[in-house]
C-alpha cells in the first residue's frame, strides 16, 4: 500500500535534488522557486508502508514557462471594465 510520493527536483546538471514528500491523498505538489526559462529536471519514486520505496521514475527535463501563452501586445480600452464599492474594487479585461 502507498502512503506517499517523493518527487525530486533540480537545476538541470549536477546540482543537489531538492526533495517534497506528498501523501498520496494530496495528489499534487506545487514546486516553487524556479524562474521562466530555467531548466529543471524532476524525478519521483513511491513509498509503501514502512517507508519501502520503489524504484526512481526516469527524469525529466522541463523548461519553466515553455507551455505559457504568449501576453497580449495590448489591450483594447473598450474591453476594459473596473467596477468598485466600498470595500471593494474589480477589474475585468476580454481578452481574445
Not at 78 to 87: I, P
Amino acid at each position: 500500500m502507498l502512503t506517499s510520493y517523493q518527487i525530486e527536483h533540480r537545476y538541470a546538471g549536477p546540482n543537489a535534488w531538492t526533495v517534497e514528500t506528498v501523501p498520496v491523498s494530496m495528489g499534487r505538489v506545487t514546486i516553487t522557486g524556479y524562474l521562466t526559462g530555467e531548466e529543471v529536471e524532476i524525478r519521483m519514486l513511491a513509498l509503501a508502508v514502512g517507508g519501502t520505496p520503489s524504484a526512481y521514475s526516469p527524469t525529466v527535463s522541463i523548461l519553466v514557462g515553455e507551455d505559457d501563452p504568449a501576453a497580449p501586445s495590448s489591450i483594447d480600452n473598450e474591453a476594459l471594465r473596473a467596477e468598485g464599492g466600498v470595500g471593494h474594487a474589480a477589474l475585468a479585461a476580454i481578452i481574445i
